[in-house]
């Protein structure tokens, strides 16, 4: 092996080579830590060699090669998902369908709903049955993403489907179908707000 | 990848530490931050999570942008300043969700190494 006046600096540049794979600023960092750490076992233990300190930080090539496995799971599950793996290149975890689908319905049903409603004498109610297909669609996929807690979830089927329909119902089962058309757009426009709000703050907390 | 030197026992032990090393790391950030060096003295001092020390670096890396480990620069008495490790919020829930988990682990692998096997040859004691 090569050696030449300064140890640390052929380590440093052994491991620079050998993780030539990595990103240019996870290199740079990795290099920095294992400088400070020389630097600082350096000054606590000034009685071990150079090349002790070096024999016991390890083989450049297996720390460039721990340092690519762990890379590409920066945004591995988190706290309550399952145990990050460092076996190289693993793929990251992901839910099949993105997190925007399953708000995006919740939310748009009912506009939807509004929009193309033909009245409650139409044979056909295409606004009704898509805006529900719509709400059931986006409750299975809300429920089964891997993007929100459970507790996320139940509070977010309450108050994007829940809420809404047991609030129509009831206004429908009070007042009858003759509501004047004032209160009813009201109405609609408050839950839209609702279903809207819980949609954000779904988005907002959100897992990678 | 080292074919050489790597008996079935080191792999084992190898594979073992691979799970649980970061969650260790974690652990000992519990009541205070570290810095890099007084991590890896902690580990070796463990015995069986010692582990080539170059490779810790890597995983504290990781850690810190998982967002479960903050890091911060504080000047010593002796020597360079030391970049301290702490616990996040979701550094501690990690840890807690490990600290409740394992015990179980730990109990059921115990219970596979040494529940006697259900048919014992009279003659296997000779």
């Excluded at chain 1, 050998?18 to 233990?45: F, G, K, N």
């Excluded at chain 2, 079935?8 to 799970?19: F, H, I, P, V, Y």
Aim: charged share 20%; proline share 7%; net charge neutral.
């Amino acid at each position: 092996m090569k050696t030449t006046a300064d140890p640390v600096r052929d380590y440093l540049s052994a491991v620079e080579r050998e993780s030539s794979a990595l990103p240019a600023d996870r290199r740079q960092e990795l290099v920095a830590d294992l400088a400070e750490h020389i630097e600082v076992t350096r000054a606590e233990r000034p009685d071990t060699t150079i090349a002790e300190v070096l024999a016991e930080l390890g083989d450049p090539r297996t720390i460039a090669a721990t340092a690519l496995a762990e890379t590409g799971t920066g945004t591995g599950p988190g706290p309550t998902g399952t145990p990050t793996r460092s076996d190289a290149h693993a793929p990251v975890r992901r839910g099949k369908v993105h997190p925007l689908v399953p708000l995006l319905m919740l939310t748009l049903s009912l506009p939807f709903t509004m929009v193309f409603d033909m009245g409650p004498d139409a044979a056909f109610n295409p606004g009704t049955v898509f805006g529900f297909l719509f709400r059931v669609t986006g409750a299975v996929l809300l429920c089964t993403s891997v993007h929100w807690t459970a507790v996320q979830k139940t509070t977010g089927v309450l108050l994007t489907v829940i809420v809404p329909i047991t609030f129509f119902v009831t206004i429908n089962l009070i007042t009858g179908h003759a509501t004047e058309e004032i209160p009813a757009l009201l109405s609609s426009l408050g839950i839209l707000a609702l279903i809207t709000g819980t949609a954000l703050w779904l988005w907002r907390t959100r897992r990678a | 990848m080292e074919p050489g030197d790597s008996t079935k026992q080191a792999r084992a032990a190898a594979q073992l530490r691979k799970g649980v090393l970061e969650y260790c790391v974690l652990a000992l950030m519990r009541d205070r931050p570290r810095y890099g060096v007084e991590l890896l003295h902690a580990l070796e001092d463990s015995g069986a999570l010692a582990t080539s020390q170059g490779t810790v670096y890597p995983l504290l890396s990781r850690l810190r942008r998982d967002d479960l480990v903050t890091t911060t620069w504080q000047e010593s008495a002796s020597g360079p300043p030391r970049r301290y490790y702490a616990l996040t919020d979701s550094g501690r829930a990690a840890l807690d969700e490990f600290t409740r988990v394992w015990p179980g682990f730990r109990n059921a692998v115990d219970a596979f190494l040494t529940t006697p096997h259900p048919h014992p040859h009279p003659g296997d004691r000779a």
